[in-house]
């Protein structure tokens, strides 16, 4: 039996759907293991890890949780002792461990450092280390393949203490030390066993009350019994526990998360707010800069606003506190206590800032977790719906456009007239901004808007028509968007083919002037809008500023941007930005003025054409 058999054996036993290999090499092992999403972590980038870092920086970032972990990668005691560790973190209920390596049979099969040859390094000791730590796992080796040691959250008596750990001790005290068992025991006992949960609760109870007994008075056992109730749901007992916990022990850290895990039983019964609030703020007192307690806190009177005076101030105290003194990064706590990450914190900020009267700012803070990678999904739901709710912005949770905010109005490029009274604009890459840079924030404008898209989401001319009182005329072939735009928008969108328009009839019958403020062409695919281009009676009519959508990152052809330009400047137009991408890498717009129409003075200021591709927010904000 190799360890493939016994790792997989445990896989089907359980059903396991989540499997992470550290240390992959060859991917001897990885490859033939059979199971739903599979996660190989090796430094190695020759290796066929799916994740090319080392253990310790994998576990630092990733918290998912796994329901087999085989532990294989470096054979050093303090590396395994600690992928061990931070393998139990994240191990699913009812998973496993699986390290191999633990049985070395000759001293210099485990002597550092490796020295070629058949070598198991001293693994063997970390594994030995957690037989005398912790009698809250279940271990053993399988006697094969050098050794393939098995741990599963359980019940073990801990082994008395070792004082030195040394190999000829170790050869003979394997079987003891290791809880060697043969690959039958293994089939039979583990494989095969149906253990049933209540048994193995009774049989850990009896062992902790049995220390308990011995020694009433040491925090470790009290702390043990208080996370056995809670796990049970004995919100009572845990408390007690909890308690006498934070009274025995020197360790603020523990006083701190056992005031807070207390706090959480009071909150379970659902009856004793006031206590609730009372141990959280103890503990804020034994740890001021943690920031669990400043989050459970802010939460608490999120959750009693409608029966505390002035709940949302102090909720936004709380939060804003926090955020300026409380620790981002500190260390983990033994046991979740229901703390997220410190966005959780900026969430009750942004939350409560809005009951404050801080609407901006809460608007802003809701747009900018929904943009934080950390959040899980039930914060992002959450903060979607406030979005929606409170700032009655129905495209919340749409994919984020690089929105203006009145925030960033003194990093603008150009700082056009009345830009600080805009709250926000609507264009997908600042288009609108850009118009009315150019324009110096021109009042009672006109436009033309060839492929109009959503009426306000990701359009151009929402934010000229609505806060500057523009007129003009928009043209799109989905009737879906332009019955929507016909609802909410004061100018009309018409329903048409924008290829088949005959412009300069088009333009007469609206009664445009010759000179328009704004022309914008966007009909993908870059043929059309290029085809269309050519159909703009530029003889009759000027513009004072052209967005023109060329889609040059996805034209297979590569040759509409170059056309488009040379038959721009046959026209005089100028370009002032090329290459114009909502990120780093999808250049598709190019932004031309008519040089009569605009001030030098701003042509001046706002002109960049490098050749480069240039994220739209960078150069709106001087920032290229
Ligand atoms: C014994 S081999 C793994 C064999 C493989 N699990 C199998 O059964 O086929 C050890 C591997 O661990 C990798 N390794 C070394 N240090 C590591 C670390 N800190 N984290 C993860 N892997 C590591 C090495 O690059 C090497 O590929």
């Known amino acids: ?58 576990f630092k970032t990733d918290k998912r949780t796994w ?69 809250d796992l279940a271990m053993c080796v399988v006697d094969t393949d050098y050794g393939c040691g098995i741990i599963t959250k359980g019940y073990q008596e801990k082994l008395d203490k070792i004082d030195d750990l040394n190999f000829n001790t170790f050869s003979q005290k394997r079987k003891e030390w290791l809880n060697l068992i043969s690959p039958e025991t293994f089939l039979s006992k583990i494989v095969a066993s149906n253990t049933n949960k209540n048994d193995y609760d009774v ?20 702390y043990l019994i208080a996370m056995f109730y809670w796990d049970i749901g004995q919100t009572a007992a845990c408390m007690s526990y909890c308690l006498r916990t934070v009274e025995r022990s020197d360790s603020k850290l523990l006083q701190y998360e056992c005031l807070i895990r207390a706090a959480m039983c009071y909150e379970k019964q659902g009856t004793r707010k006031f206590t609730v609030k009372g141990l959280i703020q103890n503990a804020m007192i034994v740890m001021p800069k943690r920031p669990e307690a400043h989050f459970l806190l802010a939460r608490h009177y999120e959750h009693h606003n409608q029966s505390d005076d002035g709940a949302w101030k102090d909720c936004y105290q709380t939060a804003c506190l926090a955020e300026a003194f ?70 919340a949770g749409l994919p984020r456009l690089n929105w203006y905010r009145k925030r960033d109005h003194k990093k603008l490029r150009y700082n056009f007239r009345n830009s600080r009274d805009i709250e926000k604009n609507f264009a997908e890459s600042y288009q609108d901004m850009f118009v009315l840079s150019m324009l110096n924030g021109k009042k009672n404008g006109t436009y033309l808007e060839i492929g109009a898209g959503n009426s306000f989401y990701g359009n151009n001319t929402a934010l000229l028509e609505g806060n500057y009182n523009w007129t003009g005329v928009a043209i799109d072939i989905d009737e879906n968007f332009v019955n929507a735009h016909n609802t909410e928008r004061k100018h009309t969108c018409v329903l048409k083919d924008a290829l088949k328009i005959n412009y300069e009839r088009f333009l007469l019958g609206l009664d445009m002037p010759n000179d328009i ?74 932004w031309w003025i008519h040089p009569d129409l605009v001030h030098k003075k701003i042509i001046d200021k706002m002109v960049c054409v490098d050749g480069k591709t240039k994220k739209a927010e960078k150069y709106m904000f001087n920032s290229l």
């Not at 191999?100 to 063997?124: A, F, S, V």
């Not at 109870?205 to 056992?221: G, K, M, S, V």
Request: hydrophobic residues 30%; contains cysteine.
């Open 1 to 58: 039996m190799k360890r493939t058999d016994i790792i997989q054996s445990l896989i089907n036993k359980i059903s396991a759907e989540n499997y992470l290999e550290i240390g992959v090499s060859a991917g001897e092992n990885f490859r033939d293991i059979k199971c739903k999403n599979k996660v190989g972590v090796d430094p190695e980038t020759s290796t066929p890890a799916t994740i090319h870092t080392d253990s310790d920086s994998f």
């Open 67 to 135: 329901d087999i972990i085989f532990i294989d990668g470096l054979h050093h005691a303090d590396q395994v002792y600690r992928d061990i560790n931070n393998s139990l973190k994240v191990l699913s209920d009812g998973g496993f461990i699986v390290c191999h390596d633990m049985n070395p049979q000759l001293e210099e099969h485990q002597t550092l450092p490796y020295q070629g040859g058949i070598w198991n390094g001293d693994c063997w000791k970390a594994y030995v280390q957690l037989r005398q730590e912790r009698d």
């Open 203 to 222: 049989k850990y109870l009896t062992n902790l009350l049995h220390h308990y007994i011995q020694h009433p008075e040491d925090p470790e056992i009290n």
């Open 326 to 395: 409380c620790e981002r990064d500190p260390e983990p706590l033994r046991t979740d206590v229901d703390y997220p990450g410190f966005y959780g914190i900026l969430f009750e900020k942004a939350i409560s800032s809005w009951w404050c009267g801080l609407c901006d700012e809460s608007r802003d803070l809701l747009q900018d977790l929904l943009d934080n990678d950390d959040l899980n999904d039930t914060f992002k739901a959450s903060v979607i719906d406030n979005l929606k709710r409170l700032t009655k912005d129905d495209n």
């Open 517 to 590: 403020d704004y022309l914008q062409l966007d009909c993908d695919p870059p043929e059309v809008t290029y085809k269309i281009l050519l159909n703009i009676p530029f003889e009759t009519y000027r513009f004072a500023v052209i967005t023109y959508e060329h889609d040059y990152y996805c034209d297979e052809t590569k040759s509409f941007r170059n056309k488009s330009r040379k038959y721009l400047e046959s026209f005089g137009y100028k370009l002032v930005v090329d290459n114009i991408s909502p990120d780093d890498d999808r250049p598709y717009e190019d």
